[in-house]
């Protein structure tokens, strides 16, 4: 980005009064950015449309037509509401892949299910006793019909109920549980077949606000205990 512009490529370019920015006419006539001028000196500057080191881009807020204010141009912390408002038996669900499969692929391979062949539900120890809950117990996971980002609008499609072993485990945080990806095939081969839980019926498809990915770490639940 210190990098001088050679002479030869500031013929014809024009320089911005306001930003420095300097530009060349392109093959469709438009001005292409080549670099900024500080003081007499022209450098190649960063690949941006200011050439400079943007911290903050406003095509976040010009794509974002739902936010309600602008977002903060630094990281910042957006609590979710109706993770505010978790009562008695209810959590903030998450999905995750165990390190010895990819997606939901390798459920049918053999050596692998050998290693994981199975997703329980995981679930706080301390958590777990106060909802009566003991290790391997059946467990009834709710998804909540409830908005999951500030403005979206997001609900559950329908009330989604999923039945599975409990786990319980001081690796997670007392508000949340947590399913393994990877697992509850109905078809796919012998061996994956019939093993483990699906969790994505339980989570709604929502994108988030800033990035535009999947909400994949965001649905409340509730968890009621079903026995042994």
Known sequence: ?????PELE??????????????RPGLDGSLKPIG???????????Q???RKLQIYNPLINEMGEAFTAPRPPLPAYIPIPAHRLLGQGEFVLTSFKWNVHTQSRT???????????????????????????ADGD???ISALPRPLLDGDG?????????????????GIHPQVVAISASFGHSQYGPVAQGHGYNPNPLIPSVADPVGGGQAWNDTVVS???LGK
């Open 48 to 50: 941006t449309p200011s």
């Open 154 to 170: 997001a609900r559950a499609k329908a009330p989604v109920t999923l039945e599975a072993r409990a786990y319980l485990t001081e």
């Open 107 to 133: 459920m049918n391979q053999p050596w692998l299910a050998e290693i994981v062949h199975d997703n329980p539900v995981w679930i706080n120890a301390a958590t777990a006793a106060e909802l009566g809950i």
């Open 138 to 140: 059946r467990v009834a």
């Open 1 to 5: 980005y210190r990098r001088p512009v």
């Open 223 to 225: 968890v009621r205990h």
């Open 36 to 46: 900024l001028r500080v003081g007499d000196a022209v450098y190649r500057g960063f």
């Open 10 to 23: 500031l013929a014809g370019a024009v320089t911005d009064p306001e930003t420095g920015v300097v530009s």
